[in-house]
Each structure stands twice: as structure tokens, then as C-alpha cells.
């Protein structure tokens, strides 16, 4: 057991500081990462060196002094409820895009609007000066492509500057992100070495799980209105060793009534909130909207069921090397005995238990 927490703990920090020494490199593109998961992409692949920008969500070690350039799209969403924050985010886009664009496409409005999921300071990005921009672009439901936001990028800035778009909705489609991140960046055979030691991680915990009862699980993304996670996450239950029973690989999430969840036979119920650490998610389910649409009843039934509380502030939410964690931190749940990571406490815990501090 402790040879095996080990080996997994060894090899976590070779993948964080894979890249790092050797070789003396040819001077990387100054670069600006608007999305937490292409930071965390760019830190793993040791080229953090190389970046000049980032989005104030970014929380990859050692980029706390990195110049941050953007900010919420709708606002402060502090003290605001999850229907709340949903209403505003899915309500308001419209709008906003019609007040912000009209019937013209102007440069700067589509590099603060457009470029990335939040709010980009266009002048703090011209300052920056980047060779290359790791992000998501907003196509605005098909009315922009990502190489109109590359020619309104060049404009704003004076120059062309490479966009790095990754909108994946699958494992294979993420390791080809760090692929494509990685070749940008010049660390093309530090990304390969990142991949290979990520993809050892997850023979290990499929090895782990050979043989083991198959889990039905629920994965939890959102309170209210309920949502249950799609993209990756079925795959990494199914990597894991369990059927997911709401979602299918690949797929949109899925948005749940009570009386749904309420039906729903399940082994396993993960409560990954987009977002929030295992306490803040705790006091969500505590909260008022929780008891009166049944969530709490629903999780609470069954003597058998496990019911599980993820830090979602970075784990099965961000399209980077963490969902290998998530991977084995759903092995933990759904087989504690079998393979320990060293998770269990930090990442998760059972409904109810006290977390590590």
C-alpha cells in the first residue's frame, strides 16, 4: 500500500517538474494563458517562464506574480445563490453580445468580449505584448470563428499573434491540447514526456481496477438547477472501473429534476461542484435551496449508497494533467481498498466527514 502511494506521489511531481534543467532552449514566446487549465498545462510542461499574462482564475503554482488581464464576464457573483449565478450566466449572454457587438465586429470589442470565457482588459493585453494566447474563444453561437478573433486580435495588437484554441469535450481531445500548447511553446518533447507519464498513471489505476465490481455513479456538477457532468467525466468513471448512469462520454452535461435524481440507481454519488472546495461545497448542500428540491434526501437514501464530496476547483472541471487526479480519486471512492493515491481527506471525502485542514 505505502510502496504504491509513493510510486503515484513520485510520479506526480515528476509531471510537475517535467521540463524543467536540461538543455539549453531557445527563448520561448512571451505568452498569455487565459484559461486555469492551459496554465496548469504550462506549468506542468516547466515552461511557466514563458508567461507573461493569465487570467485571474489562474492558480497554477508560481504564477501568483504573472500580470492578470482579465476578470469576471457578468460581475462579482459573491453572496449570489447557484440558481442565481446560473440565471445571470445563461440569461444575460445574450443580451450583453447584442449591447457589445451591434451590427459590427470592432476589434477591441471582440478582444474583451470574445477571446476568452471572461473579460479581457484589452489595454493591459496590449501592453503584454504576447506571441501566442492560450485559450477558449467565444464563437458567440457560430457568429465568429476563431480566425476572425485572430484577425481582430492582430489589428488590436499591431501584429499577428498566435491563438491557441482547445475547447475539448474528451480525454483524447485534452491530451491533444497539451500536445498543441506544448509545440507552441517550443516544449514539444517535454509535452510528450508529460503525456507518457500521464497516461502510465492512468494504466496503473485501470490495472488497479481489473476484476472489481463495476460502480453506478452520478456526478454532480451543478445544485440548482441540477446538472449532472458529461465531456470527460464518463470516461473517467469508466476508466475508473464504473458506468456512468446520467452522462454519456463525450456528451453535454445533463441538466436533472429531483423527482429524476430521486430514481436514478446509483452505487456512487459524487458532489463536484463547479468551482468549489469540499467545504464550500458541503455548505451548498446544507443550503436552503438543497433541503427544499430534495437533494439531500436523495443522497441521503440508501444505507449502501456512497456519497462522496470532490474539490471541483480543479478536478474534474478543468480540461488539463488534474483529471488524471480526478481519475484516481474516483478509484479511491469506488475502491478504497485497493489502490490508496493519498487523496482521500484532501481532494475528497465521505458526505459528512470532517476535511483535512
Not at 457578468?74 to 450566466?89: F, I, K, N, Q
Not at 476563431?146 to 495588437?157: H, I, K, S, T, Y
Not at 509545440?183 to 514526456?193: L, M, N, Q, V
Request: include cysteine; glycine fraction near 8%.
Amino acid at each position: 500500500m505505502d510502496s504504491a502511494r509513493e510510486r503515484a506521489s513520485g510520479e506526480r511531481r515528476a509531471d510537475s517538474n517535467a521540463g524543467h534543467g536540461g538543455n539549453l532552449k531557445p527563448t520561448p514566446p512571451r505568452v498569455v494563458s487565459l484559461l486555469p487549465s492551459m496554465t496548469d498545462i504550462v506549468h506542468c510542461i516547466g515552461a511557466s517562464s514563458a508567461l507573461v499574462g493569465r487570467s485571474h482564475e489562474c492558480d497554477a503554482e508560481g504564477v501568483e506574480a504573472v500580470a492578470v488581464c482579465t476578470e469576471a464576464k457578468y460581475g462579482l457573483s459573491e453572496g449570489l445563490s447557484r440558481s442565481e449565478v446560473h440565471d445571470v450566466a445563461s440569461s444575460s449572454a445574450a443580451g450583453l453580445w447584442e449591447a457589445s457587438f451591434g451590427l459590427t465586429w470592432q476589434p477591441r470589442v471582440v478582444v474583451e468580449w470574445a477571446l476568452c470565457p471572461f473579460r479581457v482588459d484589452p489595454l493591459r493585453l496590449q501592453a503584454l505584448q504576447p506571441d501566442v494566447v492560450l485559450t477558449e474563444v467565444q464563437t458567440v453561437g457560430g457568429a465568429l470563428t476563431v480566425d476572425d478573433v485572430e484577425r481582430c486580435l492582430a489589428e488590436w495588437m499591431g501584429r499577428h499573434v498566435r491563438i491557441i484554441h482547445a475547447e475539448p469535450q474528451t480525454l483524447e481531445e485534452v491530451w491533444q491540447a497539451v500536445g498543441s500548447v506544448a509545440d507552441a511553446i517550443g516544449f514539444t518533447e517535454e509535452g510528450k514526456t508529460v503525456l507518457a507519464r500521464l497516461r502510465n498513471r492512468i494504466m496503473t489505476v485501470q490495472t488497479a481496477m481489473m476484476g472489481r465490481r463495476k460502480k453506478r455513479a452520478l456526478c454532480l456538477q451543478w445544485m440548482d438547477p441540477l446538472f449532472a457532468a458529461g465531456a470527460w467525466t464518463p470516461e473517467l468513471i469508466a476508466l475508473a472501473g464504473g458506468v456512468d448512469v446520467a452522462c454519456k462520454a463525450g456528451g453535454k452535461a445533463q441538466q436533472l429534476s429531483p423527482q429524476q435524481l430521486a430514481k436514478v440507481e446509483t452505487d456512487v454519488i459524487l458532489v463536484a461542484i463547479c468551482g468549489l472546495n469540499i467545504q464550500q461545497a458541503e455548505r451548498e448542500l446544507q443550503a436552503a435551496e438543497a433541503f427544499e428540491n430534495g437533494v439531500l434526501a436523495s443522497l441521503q437514501k440508501g444505507k449502501e449508497k456512497v456519497v462522496a464530496v470532490v474539490d471541483a476547483v480543479k478536478l474534474f472541471s478543468r480540461a488539463g494533467p488534474s483529471l488524471v487526479e480526478s481519475l484516481e480519486v474516483l478509484a479511491e471512492i469506488f475502491h478504497p481498498e485497493s489502490q490508496p493515491f493519498g487523496h482521500e481527506g484532501r481532494l475528497w471525502q465521505g458526505w459528512g466527514v470532517a476535511a483535512e485542514s
